[in-house]
């Protein structure tokens, strides 16, 4: 038997009910995992001291989507429209992306993912892109998730684009936040027709981002079953 590699999912939390709260984790993440050849971990909140021990027990992270990032995390006062925040879950996962750097273990961060990985750098937010950016494209999509909604842009000599071979991909959108000040550890390897920063690599480590769900269009993508499958073979 191979031995395959263990992808910890940094998780949400979820209360339906006083008797049903708890983790939460989308299923296309441990589906396309699964399907990729790694083994899925989720890796519910919990205390920025864990971050080590669930690092130590992985081959590689992927920070998955959710809520908005705490602006106070990028020095902020919270706009109007921030959506929800959930603190807790920043801590967590600012340690893990602090952690996983240090050891240089590979990193994908998906939506949430990769605004988290921009904050933990010292990267801002805008923390809500039809009210501050009038200008912008729709970046939230009304038809169902597996569907494209928008074309991005792939920089060549960037690991996207040794994945994907081509410089236009169609992929989904559902954020109402995106990347303002870049930080300077980061590249931006992707941007959408309207300028928004889509993707962004490491410029010496192991750690990719999009700002789209590869996860939900893996089912019906070529590209994005690449993605998750060189993601995998990575963290072998
Ligand atoms: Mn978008």
Redesign the pocket.
């Given at each position: 038997m191979t031995k395959k590699p263990v992808i910890g999912i940094t998780a949400s939390y979820v209360k339906h009910n006083h008797y049903m709260e708890g983790v939460y984790v989308h299923q296309d993440y441990h589906k396309a995992i699964v399907a990729s050849g790694g083994i899925p971990l989720v890796l519910p909140v919990s205390t920025k001291e864990m971050a080590i021990h669930y690092l130590a027990m992985c081959d590689g992270i992927i920070m998955s989507g959710g809520e908005d990032v705490d602006p106070q995390f990028y020095q902020q006062d919270p706009h109007q429209k921030l959506g929800f925040i959930f603190p807790e879950r920043d801590e967590v996962e600012l340690a893990l992306i602090q952690a996983c750097l240090d050891e240089n273990k590979p990193l994908l961060g998906i939506c949430r993912g990769l605004q988290i990985l921009n904050v933990a750098l010292g990267g801002t937010l805008i923390q809500d892109l039809p009210s501050q950016v009038p200008t912008s494209?729709q970046?939230v999509q009304t038809i169902p998730r597996p569907r494209s909604?928008?074309s991005?842009t792939i920089e060549k000599n960037s690991h996207l684009h040794t994945i994907f071979e081509k410089e236009r991909v169609r992929?989904?959108?559902?954020?109402h936040q995106?990347i303002d000040t870049l930080a300077t550890e980061l590249k931006a390897v992707a941007f959408?027709g309207d300028g928004?920063i889509?993707a962004v690599e490491h410029v010496s480590k192991k750690a990719w981002a999009v700002?789209?769900h590869p996860e939900s269009m893996f089912s019906t993508s070529k590209d994005m079953q690449k993605l998750f499958q060189t993601f995998v073979q990575t963290c072998q």
């Open positions: 494209m970046h909604f928008h991005v992929v989904n959108s559902l954020h995106a959408a928004i889509e700002q789209w």
